[in-house]
């Protein structure tokens, strides 16, 4: 890698720490030492089909191990180097394309953050399996968030009704855009 790769790297990887304001573990670093590849498969804990009630309609969401499949999108999973650079004015040729990695937040949390494969800025879509007790009984809940702070945008359930019934429902301890 030459200087001005190293330098980029390390400007994104600042840029990243700085604008997530929270510690990222040693074990995910290592992690990602080890692999040298973004993520392969989506985890087994976020698959399966989820539902979602934002802005009165209701939304489709099923994740398999390569493809995440929403009501209006497609986004399919590919691996690479973790330094793997975009070279400028490059044609897109893969627009459905993306990769993922796992965050692990100081509090321990691990999210699943999804970017574009031609993404060069911002902070993606990030996902996180959740249980909470919803009317006596503990049911999964897709937590969804964005931006730095993994800010929770929405929650995907297993059932259509449990979706609409809880379409603005903020769980205790999540953060929410200030």
């Given at each position: 890698m030459n200087l001005k790769q190293r330098s980029f790297v390390l400007m994104l990887v600042l840029s990243v720490m700085v604008?997530?304001?929270?510690?990222v573990t040693t074990s995910n670093k290592v992690a990602y030492a080890k692999t040298q590849t973004t993520m392969k498969k989506f985890?087994?804990?976020?698959?399966?089909?989820?539902?979602?009630?934002?802005?009165h309609k209701m939304y489709r969401y099923k994740i398999t191990a390569k493809k995440i499949v929403g009501s209006d999108?497609?986004?399919?999973?590919?691996?690479?180097?973790?330094?793997?650079?975009i070279k400028n004015n490059v044609k897109m040729t893969h627009p459905t394309w993306v990769t993922a990695g796992i965050f692990t937040l100081s509090n321990h949390e691990h999210w699943v953050n999804v970017m574009?494969?031609?993404?060069?800025?911002?902070?993606?879509s990030s996902y996180r399996r959740v249980t909470h007790k919803i009317g006596g009984q503990k049911h999964a809940i897709l937590q969804m968030a964005s931006g730095?702070?993994?800010w929770t945008d929405g929650h995907?359930?297993?059932?259509?009704?449990?979706?609409?019934?809880?379409?603005?429902?903020?769980?205790?301890?999540?953060?929410?855009n200030p």
């Open positions: 604008g997530l304001g929270l510690a985890p087994k804990s976020i698959r399966g089909t989820w539902y979602s009630y934002q802005f999108f497609v986004n399919r999973l590919h691996s690479r180097s973790v330094t793997y650079t574009g494969w031609y993404q060069t800025a911002g902070d993606g730095a702070g993994f995907g359930y297993h059932s259509k009704h449990l979706a609409k019934k809880y379409s603005n429902h903020y769980f205790k301890g999540e953060r929410k």
